[in-house]
RNA sequence: GGGUGAUUAGCUCAGUUGGCUAGAGCAUCUCGUUUACACCGAGAGGGUCGGGGGUUCGAGUCCCUCAUCACCCACCA
């Protein structure tokens, strides 16, 4: 099979050949396009004009991407080549993300495969395995990216491992130790006891289940009685350290300050007063469990009491319990207690409780609070700036409501935990002596064991960087604080990313950008929605409901699926993927094809480019006039991330304007002379949105001598004829009308009569050709009947039969223009109206009114008429 | 428990600050192969905008309420 496209590069200028088949046919030329934009680097910044900066939420470098990305891809990449075409100096910074913990998780299920597990390895070697491991999967997405058409700066690729990052979040970490905001502390922490690390908060993933409420009795140690606690957790009153009523219940009044004994130990623990028991819920008495419940530990806090682990890192009962129940898991400690407490009558009752447990979000263990000394950031004194900022509308989120749900997770914000136990992330540049375990210094040399500082010897924390602690620097770290980038770029144009990363990412990345700069990091926040399955389910791999973009590219062509992806969704709203709006698009790039082709056909084979048209017809001033408002509509949805608006305008431009109404128009002879310059500027207020199949007509046009369509500039405004543009708005009218007749009738070949009138004689060919009609001739006096849409008289010879059916089409006509006429009518009658309404309006209203009332009259003459024939 | 969003044509969904007869694609029905395109063209049918109440000259749009669905956050010893 022979090339029907060749490329070859002459006195440095690249030339792009090809024949013009039928359909269009992506896979023919996207990879193709994609280089050679890459190639002469069309993406770089210019250097002029005004900044427009986009940094890439990085995705998972070892991950295949999902078409979510498709979405990302496509809203970042219109918005990015909108603004360069605009002049605007833009900047596309890609990246990827290490993604601690996540890929860990991968590349322990491959060493899993291979019978190894990570604890078989130094973390230092893990790292580097991993390395590689990752760097291998990375061309795979950067491949994906380059299929969806991204027009980023691939020079300024940046990985979240790379030094620049790396520095930056030993940076933060050092002005955060200096300034006070980081701290030591022993804290619970949500722990994995299956992945043997912790976790923050927000990675916790809440799950229902059903367990039961036990009720136990505490006996008093002066023998006067007994208290009831109700739990759910039985095995942790091991390491119970007190009981807690709440100071307004009276039915506990008389305990507090007494002493109970905790069953199966021999511990006496206090009983005290505090308000976060809630009254209503089991007996109103709580046992507290400082080391492995959030609520106990505060209030351990409070009250100064002490703290028992009694559950280890390895999910197992330690030392601290008596002796039968060490080293039993938590499931059988429970168990063993159970039965211990019921042997010991110390068992009131057990009633079954649905309620919410947090689980490891990827291998579903059950997190274990634990005690754990850790890294903590103090957030109050970051938060507070950031909703300072929130509240003065720094940042215009899309939507406006992520603004109010922002502040709303900034103010109840708890200190964040950003040590993680894994080996796959950023080395926390600290040390520890050896002998003072309170002794903590900063330093970056990580790569030692063990330092020498003024004669003491320190050890490293063995522990990383939570992944969010480096990525919340992301959009100055990529372009690096204080570069030139930095100076040109910061704050970002847009941070576009999805809603589940608004309060892990978007927050800290607004907290750190105004601690680390001064200034908020990005002026507006675009939140897309999920693509869900087509059954509107969420894709999961396990369910195999996954869609793969580049198998939609291989069936529909990459615009069709950026097209088809943004078409009819608004922001933060989830929805299936679509395939029919990927076919819908994907018949729109071959209807750019085809015009094209059309404008080739007409020029002999020679399209020449034109820039400066000279309208002559009425169709000209028309599509001069109608490309004017699409040029402009498409440019302010854009501005306001309207993307879905965006496309529609242009798609109903290109489609129903200029390839429905202008190029058949322009088969009339003498009409439609501007057809290459309604192109060109089509194929470049098209290409943000259907960057290949564009670029790929103007290069076979011949236009690539004048550099690529994506440099070329967005269109300016042009003038035109008003009055002359409506006459073929009138022709329309007359066109619409006759072909309606035409149909419902069954009748087909036809003429239209006029009494000279000025129109019918100017636009009559027009008219003739697109209504499908034999003739359109003056005459003196005609026959048929009168068209009723408009108020140019002209009749249609249609036979006598024909004619009959068109009555009773006429008087249903009749009575819904009546039904317009009085309701215009009451309108108008209403003072109210007309003296509380803008009086543009009113005005459009009294317009209607007599253009509704000349029809009635003329659908009301044509009736007599025909009732005196 | 708190919060957010959704509910518009058979299906999937648009509808910017309230203002012409509420739109699109797909699907359905008629007709059509006029040399850009059947991934096409022309025409048609189809909605009391979830229920109820309110504000307003005017409500799909704003407010209240109810119902159903989805998601987020917090948390239940």
Sequence with gaps: MLNNYAIFNRGGIIKYIMELPKTYLPSKHEATIYNLWEQNNVFAPSGQGEPYAIVMPPPNANAHLHIGYALTAALEDISVR????????TLLLPGADHAGFETQSVYEK??????????????????????????LNRQNFEKQFRQLGISCDWS???????????????????????????YRGERLVNYCTQHRTGFADIEVEFREAETNLWYIRYPLVDGSGEVVVATTRPETMLGDTGVAVHPDDERYTHYVGKTARVPLTDREVPILADSFVELGFGTGAVKLTPAHDQNDFDAAERHDLPKMTVVGHDGKMTSEVPEKYRGLTVAE?????????????????TEQLTHNVGHCYKCGTVIEPLLMEQWFVNMQPLAKPAIEALKANQIVFYPETKQAQLVNYLENLRDWNISRQIAWGIPIPAFRSVDDAQDWL???????????????????????FDTWFSSSSWPYATLGLGSQDFDAFYPLSLMETGGEILYPWVSRMLMLGLYNTGQVPFKAVYIHGYVMAEDGSKMSKSIGNVIDPSEVIDEFGSDALRMGIISGRAPAVNRGYDRRRVEEARNFCNK????ARFMQHQGEGKAVRTQSPVAQTSVDHWALGQLNHAVADIGKALDEYRFAEAYDTLYHFVWDDIAAWYVEASKVEGQGTLLSYLLERILIVAHPFAPFVTEAIWQTLGWGNDGFLAAQRWPETIEYNARKADEFVAAQTIITEVRAILKAMGTAANRLYHRDDALLNSQGDIIKKLAGLNDVKSVESGQGIYLTTTAHVCWLDIDRQAADSYLSKLEAEKQQTEKRVANYTARLNNDSYVKSAPEHIVAQTRQALADTQADLQRITDEQKRFSQL
């Design 82 to 89: 909108y603004h360069r075409m605009k002049g605007r100096n």
């Design 110 to 135: 491959h060493l899993a495969k291979e019978g190894k597990s990570r604890f078989d390895f130094s973390r230092e070697d893990l790292y580097r395995q991993m390395y590689d491991f990752v760097a």
């Design 333 to 349: 400690a429970r168990a063993t207690v159970v039965a211990d407490l019921e042997a010991g009558q110390w068992l009131v009752k």
């Design 156 to 182: 300024r690729f940046t990985f979240t491992l790379d030094d620049k990052i790396v520095k930056q979040a030993y940076a933060t970490f050092k002005k955060m130790w200096d300034d006070g905001l980081i």
């Design 592 to 595: 750019l094809w085809n015009m």
């Design 442 to 464: 900063y330093d970056e040399r990580v790569d030692q064991e063990t330092i020498e500082v003024n004669g003491k010897t320190y050890s490293r924390d063995p522990d990383v």
